[in-house]
């Protein structure tokens, strides 16, 4: 009974389990450099064949990882379409909105826009499952929402497909931001690794089916990649969905959803620096802005108040 998903045993207060603090740190520092490299990896790979080459290594490496370690890995019976519903936006739409925006603007503006999803998380978890809209979790979100647009406003004037490229990705976070909040509201009786295991399977059968329909004539070309790209589909498989994947479902998991997507919004900075270390951008004093709001609004989260109640470990 340990090993099973639980929803709502560490999932009080509005701070993080301090044994989630070391997990958040190192899915922040694997998500947020990944931009520039996505970026890179579509320069030379077929969009629809690099996410299911993620998808299947997530699903193989995880679901060997929980029989390896004696977990339940069968889906229990009638929880099918709540995980294939939540699968469908956490995985599905979400990654078929974010590979058609990536080409159209900026790294590091694209990480900004993918992190609105605490504003569309935080707001839902509030309507669907009636999460407390705290003093607390409030400002945080605003000081995140103001350093997103902070840097959202800087390059307004200079991106040539706004309307494209902007309401693609503002669509892959609020999908990403449902999923979140439908798997609190729909709990299944799972370890975080074998749920994470199927989640990647059920939503990248749409994307599975993509491949021979659209890239097959591409594959070919596929040994010639160059360092880079390999590298970055490669870091993909293995570094962001079977660690940083397994380590949001269960950050989910075990703290309230809003919580969870506060959390999160240090990524875009990461992705931001990622993204003038690796392709050569120059900050701008909005960039250093934001990283200031965004510090505040992890801290709103991260941080004890006092009254808090700091959850227990989680069990693994």
Same mark, same amino acid.
């Given at each position: 009974?340990?090993? *099973?998903?639980?929803?709502?045993?560490?999932?009080?207060?509005?701070?993080?389990?301090?044994?989630?603090?070391? *997990?958040?740190?190192?899915? #922040?520092?694997?998500?947020?450099?990944?931009?520039?490299?996505?970026?890179?990896?579509?320069?030379?790979?077929?969009?629809?064949? &690099?996410?299911?080459?993620? &998808?299947?290594?997530?699903?193989?490496?995880?679901?060997?990882?929980?029989?390896?370690?004696? *977990? +339940?890995?069968? %889906?229990?019976?009638?929880?099918?379409?709540?995980?294939?519903? @939540?699968?469908?936006?956490?995985?599905?739409?979400?990654?078929?909105?974010?590979? %058609?925006?990536?080409? #159209?603007?900026?790294?590091?503006?694209? @990480?900004?826009?993918?992190?609105?999803?605490?504003?569309?998380?935080?707001?839902?978890?509030?309507?669907?499952?009636?999460?407390?809209?705290?003093?607390?979790?409030?400002?945080?979100?605003?000081?995140?929402?103001?350093? @997103?647009?902070?840097?959202?406003?800087?390059?307004?004037?200079?991106?040539?497909?706004?309307?494209?490229?902007?309401?693609?990705?503002?669509?892959?976070? &609020?999908?990403?931001?449902?999923?979140?909040?439908?798997?609190?509201?729909?709990?299944?009786?799972?370890?975080?690794?074998?749920?994470?295991?199927?989640?990647?399977?059920?939503?990248?059968?749409?994307?599975?089916?993509?491949?021979?329909?659209?890239?097959?004539?591409?594959?070919?070309?596929?040994?010639?990649? +160059? &360092?880079?790209?390999?590298?970055?589909?490669?870091?993909?498989?293995?570094?962001?969905?079977?660690?940083?994947?397994?380590?949001?479902?269960?950050?989910?998991?075990?703290?309230?959803?809003?919580?969870?997507?506060?959390?999160?919004?240090?990524?875009?900075?990461?992705?931001?620096?990622?993204?003038?270390?690796?392709?050569?951008?120059?900050?701008?004093? *909005?960039?250093?802005?934001?990283?200031?709001? @965004?510090?505040?609004?992890?801290? +709103?989260?991260?941080?004890?108040?006092?009254?808090?109640?700091?959850?227990?470990?989680?069990?693994?």
């Amino acid at each position: 009974m340990n090993k *099973q998903r639980s929803v709502s045993r560490h999932s009080s207060g509005d701070t993080l389990a301090p044994a989630l603090w070391l *997990q958040l740190a190192g899915l #922040t520092l694997v998500w947020g450099f990944n931009w520039p490299l996505m970026k890179v990896v579509l320069t030379e790979v077929p969009p629809w064949t &690099f996410r299911s080459l993620c &998808f299947l290594t997530a699903f193989v490496a995880l679901g060997a990882v929980a029989r390896t370690r004696g *977990q +339940s890995f069968a %889906l229990p019976r009638g929880t099918w379409p709540r995980v294939a519903l @939540v699968a469908f936006f956490t995985i599905t739409l979400n990654n078929v909105l974010l590979m %058609l925006a990536i080409p #159209t603007l900026p790294a590091g503006r694209t @990480v900004i826009l993918y992190y609105t999803m605490p504003v569309w998380s935080v707001l839902l978890a509030a309507w669907f499952l009636g999460e407390r809209l705290s003093a607390r979790r409030l400002g945080g979100l605003a000081a995140g929402a103001a350093g @997103v647009g902070l840097l959202v406003a800087r390059d307004l004037s200079r991106l040539d497909h706004v309307s494209h490229g902007m309401l693609l990705m503002l669509g892959a976070a &609020f999908s990403w931001g449902l999923g979140t909040v439908l798997q609190k509201r729909l709990p299944v009786a799972l370890p975080a690794t074998s749920y994470t295991a199927w989640l990647m399977l059920l939503g990248g059968i749409p994307i599975f089916l993509m491949v021979p329909a659209l890239e097959i004539d591409k594959l070919r070309a596929l040994h010639a990649l +160059s &360092f880079w790209p390999a590298f970055g589909v490669l870091y993909n498989m293995f570094a962001v969905f079977v660690f940083g994947w397994w380590s949001w479902i269960r950050l989910v998991e075990r703290a309230p959803a809003g919580v969870a997507a506060i959390s999160s919004l240090m990524v875009p900075v990461v992705g931001v620096f990622a993204g003038m270390l690796f392709l050569g951008e120059r900050p701008a004093w *909005q960039d250093y802005a934001a990283l200031a709001l @965004v510090s505040l609004a992890m801290a +709103s989260v991260m941080l004890p108040g006092r009254g808090d109640r700091t959850p227990a470990p989680p069990v693994l």
